[in-house]
């Protein structure tokens, strides 16, 4: 039992020493930021997709980018508009013809979607029909196109972006497909000292050439090691007690029943354990803490916690709802 676990620890070291390199290798672009590719390391760790959320020009895509060219995976782009359509997402069958016998057949010609890692590129300014052409690659990690099922391949990431200042031309996200991004990232802007840097390195002729240091086997691996990390029941209560508690209809918190339309459901428990996980795994530790859940808790629950009209107008969020929970609902020391 000793020996297995001194072998599970030296592959968990080896591996979090190659996501150190992973982020060293980001920040060779990606100038501060460092909370924001935490999380979205967490995302792909815990195997879900994020949206991120920021105004133009804080280098949304280059960071995803960036992401996808440290990871020896296939990466696609997808540049979401008013006019793009399901089948320029999934792909579409097109007819061909047999040369040797003249027959013509349909063959299904795959589209972006087909890919490692997807980037959503400002997802909502196309419609929600095809918006819903992402719904089944999300959660089933699969697209039917003329009754036929194909399977994507594994790992599989979509990473989300959207500008929250353009409403113009925009079509929001309905909750089902928001309930599919494991995180919501808010991306704020860079510090003077970072910002004073970023002018620097991006006006001159200086150009970094990223390193692939982690493969798709190595992603899997670790996905699979993010769900083997032990979580107390005392931890686990504390989460279905803090998600239970964003429910307006059933909790016992006056400012949550004054400001919240919606609460969370389940999948936001199951996300907010599995993202907990994966914190406590990227920072080279076999065992969730109350803090892995309190740094976690933000990102998940952003989009899973509906405030009201009057919540709205009064400048209270998500954010808020969470932070009054976190306050007034301590989890016991693991």
């Not at 999934?90 to 003249?102: P, R, V």
């Not at 959503?120 to 929600?128: C, G």
Request: charged share 25%.
């Amino acid at each position: 039992m000793n020996k297995s676990l001194s072998n599970l620890e030296l592959e968990v070291n080896d591996l979090t020493e190659k996501l150190n390199d992973l982020k060293a290798e980001i920040s060779k672009v990606i100038v501060g930021q460092t909370d924001t590719i935490d999380q979205l390391l967490i995302t792909f760790l815990a195997g879900g997709h994020a949206l991120l959320e920021g105004v133009p020009g804080l280098a949304k895509t280059l960071m995803i980018r960036t992401l996808s060219q440290a990871i020896s995976l296939k990466f696609n782009r997808i540049q979401f508009t008013p006019d793009l359509m399901p089948s320029d997402i999934i792909g579409t069958e097109i007819l061909e013809e047999d040369h040797t016998t003249g027959k013509k057949f349909f063959e299904f010609n795959k589209g972006p979607i087909f890919a490692n890692i997807i980037l959503a590129d400002e997802i909502n300014r196309t419609p929600p029909k095809t918006q819903a052409a992402l719904l089944e690659a999300m959660q089933e990690f699969e697209v039917t196109y003329s009754g036929k099922t194909y399977s994507l391949d594994r790992p599989f990431f979509i990473l989300a972006t959207q500008n929250p200042i353009e409403q113009s031309g925009t079509f929001p996200l309905p909750e089902a497909q928001q309930d599919r991004f494991l995180f919501y990232i808010k991306i704020g802007y860079p510090t003077e000292s970072e910002e004073n840097k970023i002018l620097t390195d991006t006006t001159g002729t200086k150009g970094e050439k990223i390193k692939p240091v982690l493969g798709g086997a190595e992603i899997l691996r670790l996905q699979q090691l993010v769900r083997e990390v032990p979580i107390s029941d005392e931890l686990i209560s504390f989460v279905n007690t803090l998600i239970r508690a964003t429910r307006p209809e059933s909790t016992t918190h006056e400012y949550v029943k004054e400001w919240v339309s919606w609460g969370a459901g389940p999948r936001a428990g199951q996300a907010l354990i599995l993202t907990a996980k994966a914190r406590a795994l990227l920072h080279g530790r076999l065992a969730v803490t109350p803090e892995d859940l309190k740094h976690c808790a933000y990102p998940v629950l952003r989009h899973r916690v509906i405030v009201n009209f009057k919540a709205e107008a009064e400048g209270i969020y998500a954010d808020d709802v969470t932070s009054e929970l976190l306050s007034s609902i301590t989890p016991v020391k693991s």
